[in-house]
């Protein structure tokens, strides 16, 4: 079992950068490949970006390849998701979940852990 804290949300400008950290407890961390997902008001949880579980593996949504970097440090527990260039657009509480796995997963019903979240929001 793995616990997920989520941090590094706030508020920024649009074109800004941020970087989210999620925190994972528990000494298999480096079994689970690793999601983030986000929720804007009113709209269902969508994918961001995942990797695999040895982190050689990404896979990026269509609105935010080439903005956005997922990475991993397994010997830290911890994944990041590295946000360029920001947009209005990409408010929303973003979450990040495991699994127990090898590839990378783009369904949430794939994933068994998640953290309580984080917002970001991106004004104009």
């Known amino acids: 079992q793995v616990q997920l804290v989520e941090s590094g949300g706030g508020s920024v400008q649009a074109g800004d950068s941020l970087r989210l950290s999620c925190a994972a407890s528990?000494?298999?961390?480096?079994?689970?490949?690793l999601g983030w997902f986000r929720q804007a008001p009113g709209k269902e949880r969508e994918f961001v970006t995942a990797?695999?579980?040895?982190?050689?593996?990404?896979y990026y949504a269509d609105s935010v390849k080439g903005r956005f970097t997922i990475s991993r440090d397994n010997a830290k527990n911890t994944a990041y998701l590295q946000m360029n260039s920001l947009k209005p657009e990409d408010t929303a509480v973003y979450y990040c979940?495991?699994?127990?796995?090898?590839?990378?997963?783009?369904?949430?019903?794939?994933?068994?852990?998640w953290g309580q979240g984080t917002q970001v929001t991106v004004s104009s």
């Open positions: 979940a495991a699994k127990d796995g090898i590839y990378f997963y783009t369904q949430k019903r794939e994933y068994d852990y």
């Open positions: 528990g000494r298999t961390f480096r079994s689970y490949a």
């Open positions: 990797t695999s579980r040895s982190g050689i593996s990404t």
